[in-house]
């Protein structure tokens, strides 16, 4: 049920939630909103839209959301900080993140856009360190047992290289170090799992450096989890039917950076006059 609701009271008969249904299941009678229940998508646009707080969807109340407008908001220039400085961090402490930061964290990353609304990303955490020193002990484990026999997957061959190098330097070349790691995934069948789990990922990157958090995005463990021992997906509990987008180390950066970097401009192909 969606228990759509609408406060007389409040509403001023705008006709907003209706124009701006992505659904477009939204119909005003005699000014006031109606909707049809089997179109809906749930996205929360109607009570988001609604200028006066007058619309309740998915028994929610819209006193509780918060308010958005230019001073909650982040300046330009911060943003722009934020995105030219984020860096992928290779070297961590070995202190945990408390774990209502990391399932807040989850939490704020859990409003990121899917298609269609789909919302069924699934979000592995790794948020025990103990448990993190056992993945990764695990992990080399199983890539070295695939190198040995039957060989690593076609395509995949620099992962030995890595490995080699890894034992040589001392380096935890699957993980570097780090103390979590999130691995997000969205069933095969689902509109477009592998753009939902990257766009999750580069929300969760950017609100984790806001609190002082460094990240990775992890190729090496996503080839190992997803493709070279897969039943490493098995002990972390990744279904089956799932896609694994990508996985993420993270945790407190042993290393600071003083600066953006000065990237060339990019390539942009402009249509149009």
């Given at each position: 049920m969606l228990n759509f609701r609408i406060?007389?009271?409040r509403c001023i008969q705008c006709g907003e939630c209706a124009a701006d249904c992505?659904?477009?299941?939204?119909?005003?009678?005699?000014?006031?909103?109606?909707?049809h229940e089997k179109r809906c998508i749930r996205c929360q646009h109607c009570l988001a839209v609604c200028p006066t707080a007058a619309l309740s969807i998915l028994d929610k109340d819209p006193d509780d959301s918060r308010p958005l407008h230019k001073d909650s908001l982040p300046a330009p220039e911060k943003m722009e900080t934020l995105l030219m400085g984020r860096r992928s961090v290779r070297r961590y402490k070995p202190d945990p993140v408390p774990?209502?930061?990391?399932?807040?964290?989850?939490?704020?990353?859990?409003?990121?856009?899917?298609?269609?609304?789909?919302?069924?990303?699934?979000?592995?955490?790794?948020?025990?360190?103990?448990?993190m020193n056992e993945v990764r002990a695990a992990t080399l484990r199983r890539v070295k047992e695939v190198i040995e026999d039957p060989g690593l997957p076609k395509g995949l061959e620099i992962v030995?290289?890595?490995?080699?190098?890894?034992?040589?330097?001392?380096v935890d070349i699957f993980y570097r170090g780090a103390p979590h790691l999130l691995i997000v995934s969205s069933p095969h069948n689902g509109p477009s799992p592998d753009a939902d789990c990257l766009i999750a990922l580069s929300q969760f990157e950017l609100l984790a450096a806001t609190m002082g958090l460094g990240t990775v995005w992890d190729g090496l463990a996503k080839w190992a989890i997803a493709r070279i021992a897969p039943d490493l997906r098995e002990r972390l509990g990744i279904p089956e039917d799932?896609?694994?987008?990508?996985?993420?180390?993270?945790?407190?950066?042993?290393?600071t950076y003083y600066r953006t970097t000065q990237h060339d401009a990019p390539a942009i192909n402009v249509v149009g006059s």
């Open positions: 406060d007389e009271d992505p659904a477009m299941c939204i119909s005003l009678d005699n000014g006031l909103p109606e909707i774990k209502e930061t990391i399932r807040h964290l989850l939490q704020i990353t859990g409003h990121a856009p899917t298609g269609m609304n789909v919302r069924q990303t699934l979000y592995t955490v790794v948020d025990d360190p103990e448990v030995g290289k890595y490995v080699a190098a890894g034992d040589k330097m001392g799932h896609t694994i987008g990508y996985a993420m180390a993270f945790g407190y950066p042993a290393v």
